[in-house]
């Protein structure tokens, strides 16, 4: 059974930094083009990053410059390092392979 468990979300001011990170089982992680979206509570679900099997990163114009994608192939594990936070990027984001969607993790940007 392929899982794909989210974490690290949480309350942050604008400015400020969260990493988020993904645990991916049930499937061969090293072999699969990994993806964060979010949704947010009024939007539907945007595209945020990608990253490739041999590590080229993709990004959405909106979060361009300020988050991170990174994969450890080693660890199962793909992550997405916040900075800049700003209140527009309040949603529950999701880590995705292609066919699945794991469990959501809020992140919510207020002062």
């Known amino acids: 059974e392929v899982q794909l468990q989210a974490s690290g979300g949480g309350l942050v001011q604008p400015g400020g930094s969260l990493r988020l990170s993904c645990v991916g089982s049930?499937?061969?992680?090293?072999?699969?083009?990994m993806s964060w979206i979010r949704q947010g509570p009024v939007e539907g679900i945007d595209w945020v990053s990608s990253i490739t099997t041999d590590g080229t990163t993709t990004y959405a114009d909106s979060v361009k410059g300020r988050f991170i994608i990174s994969r450890d192939n080693a660890k199962n594990t793909l992550y997405l390092q916040m900075n800049s936070l700003k209140p527009e990027d309040t949603a529950v984001y999701y880590c995705?392979?292609?066919?699945?969607r794991g469990q959501g993790t809020q992140v919510t940007v207020s002062s």
């Open positions: 995705t392979k292609p066919g699945s």
């Open positions: 049930g499937f061969i992680f090293s072999n699969q083009y």
